[in-house]
C-alpha cells in the first residue's frame, strides 16, 4: 500500500501517526512545497518574539520522518494529481504513485486587490517560518509598521513584533477586533488591552490607496509606514482536488471519515470543510487540534481501520500581550455573562446544551466546558449552577464521576 | 498501565496531596523551605463540595486530546504516561482548552503548563500525593480497565 499526503503540518503528521497506528509497513510519502522538517506555523509569532527557536518549534523530533518509514519530499511542490493513472505529479517532472491520497493542502493568505498595493515593496504576509524570517530581517527599533486584518494572525503579529519596532497600527474594515471567535464584549475588552501595550487600531476603515510608505485612508487620513503586513485573511488550497473532480465547496468537502468525494482520495486541516456540532453547518475550522485530528482520522481509514471524526467545534486558545483567550463552540443562544475588570466569562446555552463559552482572563479547566460541548452533554444531568461559577468535576453525579477519576466502566 | 485513581467516598479534602505534590515537584528537599509561606502549584487539585471533596489529576488518557491538539509537539506520551517538554511549551494554552478533566494548568512562571507525570520525573519516583494520602482516598494501581 502507497499512501501519498500532500502537505506537511498538522494534518499531515495526524495521517502518519494514524496510518502507522493500523499499518506499520506501507510506504507513506509526505510532499510539501516548503523545505522545512515538520514545524509549527502558529509559533512564528513566538520566534520573532524570541520565545522559541527553529529547533524547539519542530511539531515533531529530528527522527520523525525515519522513525514512521515516510518518505519526505520537501522543498517539492506537487502541480497536479492524475486521478486516473494514480499519481501526483511534481514541478520537476517526478511522479508518485499512491493508493490513497491525502491533500493536507492547508490555506493560503487571501489578499483582495487593493489600489497601489505593488507600489509597496516592503510587505509581508504572516503565515510561515520564511514570512517570518523575511519580516524579522525587515524590522528594527526604528520601524513603522502598518498591519492589515485585526484578526488572529494580524494581531499575533503585532504581538510577536511590538517589542522589536517603533510603532504598529491595525486597519480593519470589522468595527473590531477579533471577531471571529470574540463577541463585542470580548473585542472591546481585548482591544482595550492590547492598544495599553502600544498598538493603534483603525477600526471601521480601510485602505483607499497604497503609496511606497503611505496609506490612505478611506475614512480619511494616513498612515505612515516602512513595513506593511497583510493579515486580511486565508483561502483554503483546493485547486489541486478541485481539478480531479473533488466536490469543493468552502473547502474540500470530506465525509467524518475525512474522506473525499472521490474513492481512495481524503481531506484534513485548513483545505477542508468539517462539520462544526454546534450548528449543524459544514465550515472550514482552519485550527490546528481540528487539523490533526481529521489527519489522524483520515490516516486511519487510509489504512483499512475505522475512526469517526465527529465531534468538530470551533476552539482557540490565545493570548496577548499575557492576557489569555479561550474560545470554544457559537454564541447562539441563551448567554450567562459574568464580567471583572479584565476577567470576562460567557457562556451560551440552547436547547439544554451548552453550545459555546469564552473566557478571558481566568482559563482554569476550559476543557470542562469544552468537553461538554464536544459530548453534547444534557445539561438537566449535571449542575449547571455550578458549572456557571467554574468549570468543576463536582457538577457531574457521583457514577458519571467515578467513570471520570474512579476507572468505572462507562 | 497503573494509573492514580479517585474514591471519592474517603476523601478528607485534607489538602496533603497538593501539597506532597508541590514538594516533590519543587526540586527542594526540605518541605518547609519548599512550601512555608508560598503560593503553592500542585498538579493535583482538590474539589470539595458541601458533602463530598475528591482529588483531580492527569488521567493519562489512552486518547489524550491534549496529546493531539498540542501546537507545538511539547505534549507527547511516553510509555504510556503523558509527558510535557515545558522547553519546548510556549504557554498557549491548547491543551487546557481541550482536557475534558481540567487536569492541565499554567506552571508557576505561567510561561508553561504544567501537569502529572506520576513522579517519575522527580526525586519521588511514584505518586507523591498517593503515598501521602492518609485514608486511601487516591490510589496508583492497575485496573485493567483500558
Not at chain 1, 89 to 117: C, I, N, R
Request: proline share 5%; glycine share 10%; hydrophobic share 40%.
Amino acid at each position: 500500500m502507497n499512501y501519498v499526503i500532500i502537505g506537511n503540518s498538522a494534518a499531515a503528521v495526524g495521517c502518519v501517526e494514524g496510518i502507522r497506528s493500523v499499518d506499520r509497513d506501507g510506504g507513506i510519502t509526505v510532499i510539501s512545497s516548503e523545505p522545512h522538517h515538520v514545524y509549527s506555523r502558529p509559533l512564528i509569532s513566538y520566534l520573532i518574539y524570541g520565545k522559541t527557536d527553529e529547533q524547539r518549534m519542530k511539531y515533531r523530533p529530528d527522527d520523525f520522518y525515519a522513525k514512521n518509514n515516510v518518505t519526505p519530499l520537501l522543498g517539492r511542490t506537487v502541480t497536479k494529481v492524475d486521478y486516473a493513472g494514480k499519481r501526483v505529479l511534481l514541478e520537476d517532472g517526478a511522479a508518485v504513485s499512491f493508493d490513497k491520497l491525502l491533500f493536507a493542502t492547508g490555506s493560503s493568505p487571501f489578499v483582495p486587490p487593493m489600489q497601489g498595493l505593488d507600489e509597496v515593496e516592503q510587505k509581508f504576509s504572516f503565515m510561515k517560518l520564511d514570512d517570518a524570517k523575511r519580516l524579522s530581517a525587515a524590522i528594527g527599533p526604528e520601524t513603522r509598521v502598518l498591519i492589515v486584518g485585526a484578526g488572529l494572525i494580524g494581531l499575533k503579529c503585532a504581538e510577536g513584533i511590538r517589542s522589536k519596532v517603533k510603532s504598529i497600527a491595525v486597519v480593519d474594515l470589522a468595527p473590531r477586533i477579533l471577531p471571529s471567535i470574540l463577541d463585542e464584549t470580548g473585542s472591546a475588552l481585548m482591544q482595550k488591552h492590547i492598544e495599553e501595550n502600544g498598538v493603534t487600531f483603525l477600526l471601521g476603515n480601510s485602505v483607499a490607496r497604497f503609496h511606497p510608505n503611505s496609506a490612505e485612508l478611506k475614512n480619511g487620513g494616513t498612515v505612515d509606514f516602512d513595513v506593511l503586513v497583510l493579515a486580511v485573511g486565508v483561502r483554503p488550497n483546493t485547486k489541486l482536488a478541485a481539478e480531479i473532480g473533488c466536490k469543493v465547496g468552502k473547502g474540500i468537502v470530506s465525509d467524518d471519515r475525512c474522506a473525499a468525494s472521490l474513492p481512495d482520495v481524503y481531506a484534513a486541516g485548513d483545505c477542508s470543510e468539517s462539520l462544526d456540532i454546534t450548528d449543524n453547518e459544514y465550515r472550514v475550522l482552519a485550527l490546528w487540534p481540528n487539523a490533526y485530528l481529521q489527519g489522524e482520522t483520515a490516516g486511519i481509514n487510509m489504512a483499512g481501520g475505522e475512526k469517526r471524526y465527529d465531534k468538530a467545534i470551533p476552539m482557540n486558545a490565545i493570548g496577548f500581550f499575557g492576557l489569555p483567550i479561550i474560545t470554544a463552540g457559537s454564541y447562539r443562544g441563551e448567554t450567562y455573562v459574568v464580567q471583572d475588570g479584565e476577567t470576562y466569562k460567557m457562556l451560551v446555552t440552547r436547547e439544554n446544551r451548552l453550545k459555546g463559552f469564552i473566557l478571558i482572563g481566568d482559563i482554569a479547566r476550559a476543557g470542562i466546558y469544552t468537553s461538554l460541548i464536544r459530548e453534547q452533554t444534557p445539561l438537566d444531568t449535571v449542575d449547571f449552577e455550578l458549572l456557571k461559577d467554574k468549570p468543576q468535576l463536582m457538577a457531574f453525579a457521583a457514577p458519571q464521576r467515578a467513570v471520570k477519576l474512579g476507572g468505572v466502566q462507562a | 498501565m497503573k494509573r492514580v485513581y479517585v474514591n471519592e467516598k474517603w476523601c478528607l479534602g485534607c489538602h496533603l496531596c497538593e501539597y506532597n505534590c508541590a514538594f516533590a515537584n519543587s526540586g527542594e528537599t526540605d518541605m518547609a523551605k519548599a512550601l512555608k509561606d508560598k503560593k503553592i502549584h500542585p498538579r493535583i487539585q482538590i474539589e470539595e463540595g458541601e458533602s463530598i471533596s475528591f482529588a483531580v489529576s492527569c488521567r493519562h488518557c489512552e486518547e489524550p486530546l491534549c496529546v493531539k491538539s498540542c501546537i507545538t509537539g511539547a505534549l507527547s506520551v511516553q510509555d504510556g504516561v503523558i509527558h510535557v517538554d515545558q522547553q519546548k511549551c510556549v504557554g498557549c494554552f491548547t491543551c487546557i482548552l481541550v482536557c475534558p478533566y481540567g487536569a492541565v494548568m499554567p506552571g508557576p512562571d505561567g510561561h508553561a503548563i504544567q501537569k502529572c507525570e506520576l513522579c517519575l520525573n522527580n526525586s519521588a519516583g511514584e505518586p507523591a500525593c498517593v503515598k501521602g494520602c492518609p485514608n486511601q482516598a487516591i490510589v496508583f494501581e492497575e485496573r485493567g480497565t483500558e
